[in-house]
């Protein structure tokens, strides 16, 4: 692969990150937000969780469309 084509993958993979971890603390951060106001122990906890799950899932996602050969 060239040098400026490993970069572009570099950028397009930084811009996908940059997307997927606002999408995730819009919806998660928002969620955990309004369980940290309202919510038992119990509903932060399991709120919080979900926050890891998604990012845990962004995480496996990433890695494997890094290391998928490019069409």
Request: glycine residues 4%; proline residues 3%.
């Amino acid at each position: 692969m060239a040098p400026n084509a490993s970069a572009t993958v570099d950028m397009r993979l930084e811009r996908w990150a940059c997307g997927k971890a606002e999408e995730i603390m819009l919806r998660e951060g928002f969620r955990l937000i309004r369980s940290a106001r309202s919510g038992t122990q119990s509903e932060i906890r399991e709120t919080s969780l979900l926050m890891a799950r998604a990012i845990a899932a962004s995480l496996l996602e990433a890695s494997s469309a890094h290391h998928t050969p490019a069409e």
